[in-house]
């Protein structure tokens, strides 16, 4: 059954068609990378959905309601979340008051009392248990300034799943760290993720990490879906190829890898 589903979406920037009629459809529980070349519309898509951007046209249901016209705190609370391209963690808070705090926003409470957090013992106890989950137990009280770029990655993740989201959107979650801190990333990711039923859409740009983690990978380009297929069909999908690799043929997933975006990037 279809957690998502956009209906001939459309957001243009001027003449740039960020994007560009897209229906997609998501299911529950679905593991699902959105992939693409630099620009294709894969952000905006995203802000789109969870509000940070106006839909020019189009419809977006979420659990078979309409939610075009809903604001991001509206979306949040039924269960739309999202981590962002950039992190973003408050730098002069401790690991722990950022999860804190967005515990408090999701419950409704404001920002300010956020002193509170460190004497209401659930708010603790969750928090601990999200830092522990993300591995980031160690970092409890460490400045999120003061983390490794793949810790404040998973912070910024951490910060998402604490809203408690059915369905979480996370835009490059591993962009700016090594090859071999992306898989550690991804495979905490992956267990959170899957352990607790959440459905989620990944954008990321290493189709190592995409063929590996996906159930399902949406390409997009020019602001439009141009294919989407389990892991092999599109490994095997030369129009895909040549998009992502301006090459094909047989096995041209294993002979390149992409250009990253990096994490100047918006
Ligand atoms: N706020 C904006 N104003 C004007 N144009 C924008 C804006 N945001 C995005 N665009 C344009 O829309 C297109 C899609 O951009 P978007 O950031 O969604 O791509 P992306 O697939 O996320 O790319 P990347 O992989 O580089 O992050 C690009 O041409 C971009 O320049
Ligand atoms: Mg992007």
């Given at each position: 059954m279809a957690i998502l589903q956009t209906i001939e979406l459309k957001r243009y920037f001027g003449d740039t068609?960020?994007?560009?009629?897209v229906n997609l459809s998501v299911n529950e529980g679905e593991f699902v990378s959105l992939v693409g070349p630099n620009g294709a519309g894969k952000t905006s898509l995203i802000n789109v959905i969870t509000a940070h951007l106006k839909a020019g046209s189009g419809k977006i249901l979420f659990q078979g309601r309409?939610?075009?016209?809903?604001s991001v705190t509206e979306r949040v609370r039924l269960g739309i979340a999202r981590s962002f391209q950039l992190v973003n963690v408050f730098?002069?808070?401790?690991a722990f008051d950022n999860v804190a705090l967005a515990i408090f926003s999701r419950e409704g409470k404001t920002a300010h009392l956020s002193a509170l957090a460190h004497r209401d013992h659930a708010v603790i106890a969750e928090a601990d248990d999200i830092l522990s989950q993300f591995g980031l137990a160690a970092k409890r009280?460490?400045?999120?300034?003061?983390?490794s770029q793949g810790e404040r990655k998973l912070l910024d993740v951490a910060l998402a799943y604490a809203l408690k989201p059915k369905l979480l959107f996370l835009d490059?979650?591993?962009?700016?760290?090594?090859t071999r801190n992306k898989a550690a990333i991804m495979d905490t990711i992956a267990s959170v993720v899957r352990g607790r039923g959440i459905t989620a859409v990944i954008v990321e740009h290493d189709m190592d990490v995409v063929f590996k983690y996906s159930d399902r990978i949406v390409v997009m380009a020019q602001g439009t879906v141009m294919a989407q297929g389990t892991p092999d069909e599109i490994r095997s999908n030369e129009q895909v190829a040549m998009a992502l690799l301006g090459t094909s043929g047989p096995a041209a997933f294993d002979q390149h890898s992409l250009p990253q975006s990096g994490p100047q990037k918006g």
């Amino acid at each position: 059954m279809a957690i998502l589903q956009t209906i001939e979406l459309k957001r243009y920037f001027g003449d740039t068609r960020a994007v560009d009629n897209v229906n997609l459809s998501v299911n529950e529980g679905e593991f699902v990378s959105l992939v693409g070349p630099n620009g294709a519309g894969k952000t905006s898509l995203i802000n789109v959905i969870t509000a940070h951007l106006k839909a020019g046209s189009g419809k977006i249901l979420f659990q078979g309601r309409d939610i075009t016209d809903l604001s991001v705190t509206e979306r949040v609370r039924l269960g739309i979340a999202r981590s962002f391209q950039l992190v973003n963690v408050f730098d002069d808070l401790s690991a722990f008051d950022n999860v804190a705090l967005a515990i408090f926003s999701r419950e409704g409470k404001t920002a300010h009392l956020s002193a509170l957090a460190h004497r209401d013992h659930a708010v603790i106890a969750e928090a601990d248990d999200i830092l522990s989950q993300f591995g980031l137990a160690a970092k409890r009280d460490d400045n999120a300034r003061d983390l490794s770029q793949g810790e404040r990655k998973l912070l910024d993740v951490a910060l998402a799943y604490a809203l408690k989201p059915k369905l979480l959107f996370l835009d490059e979650p591993t962009s700016g760290v090594s090859t071999r801190n992306k898989a550690a990333i991804m495979d905490t990711i992956a267990s959170v993720v899957r352990g607790r039923g959440i459905t989620a859409v990944i954008v990321e740009h290493d189709m190592d990490v995409v063929f590996k983690y996906s159930d399902r990978i949406v390409v997009m380009a020019q602001g439009t879906v141009m294919a989407q297929g389990t892991p092999d069909e599109i490994r095997s999908n030369e129009q895909v190829a040549m998009a992502l690799l301006g090459t094909s043929g047989p096995a041209a997933f294993d002979q390149h890898s992409l250009p990253q975006s990096g994490p100047q990037k918006g």
